[in-house]
């Protein structure tokens, strides 16, 4: 019996892509090409016509959404700064609880800024309606609440190392996930309208 290279998917004899990746199986022929052919499936034909999109344009996106995470913290450490007298002359500074405060709220804050607008506008972050991108299922559908709340609590995984654990994971996927998008069943793609 074959195995996926890429998924280690059990392979049926004669198949050209792997069921659960998409990628093409090692040694499978094309009868006109004579080669299999290098043109990424989604699996089981899922998700036709999107155009995923790569590290690059997702980073960018990235960049804009996090201004505004940056916005949020310094407003959030001069809220708590005030209240807790960890002001200065140059902005805040604040050690022990009240810098743990202002961590987790931003940390909440950000959960809740992917997930809520990623699910009710459409799969888009202000960055990646700047950049003309949007999350959706792999097969081009909505993204749903539960799906929008996995992807993104696995940032945390993704983003070890200033997401080179994602970025490594989106150049190895023939759909272009990340962990969060592989577990939550999403895509990123070309803005279009979701079926």
């Known amino acids: 019996m074959k195995f996926c290279h890429q998924c280690g998917t059990a392979l049926e004899e004669g198949v050209r892509f792997c069921p659960n990746c998409g990628i093409p199986v090692r040694g499978s ?5 004579g080669k299999a052919s290098m043109i990424p499936k989604s699996p089981a034909g899922l998700g036709k016509g999107l155009e995923y ?3 690059g344009i ?12 940056l916005i949020f913290f310094f407003v959030i450490g001069r809220i ?20 743990f405060l202002v961590i987790i709220l931003t940390s909440i804050f950000g959960l809740a800024y992917f997930t809520v607008l ?4 459409g799969g888009q972050t202000l960055g990646k309606k700047l950049t003309g991108i949007q999350v959706a299922r792999e097969d081009g559908g909505s993204i749903d609440f539960s799906a929008a709340i996995i992807r993104n609590i696995l940032r945390v995984v993704d983003g070890f190392c200033f997401y080179l654990i994602g ?6 996927s023939p ?21």
């Open 58 to 69: 997702r980073f960018a996106a990235q960049l804009i959404d996090l201004v505004v995470m």
């Open 29 to 33: 022929e094309d009868p006109v090409l």
């Open 175 to 195: 759909l272009k996930q990340r962990l969060g998008d592989r577990i939550a069943h999403t895509v990123v793609v070309k803005r279009y309208v979701p079926l």
């Open 118 to 121: 990623e699910t009710w506008w």
């Open 80 to 99: 708590v700064a005030g209240i807790f007298g960890g002001t200065s002359s140059d902005g805040f500074e604040m050690h022990g609880s009240p810098a």
């Open 53 to 55: 999109k790569g590290v």
């Open 167 to 172: 970025a490594i994971l989106i150049w190895r």
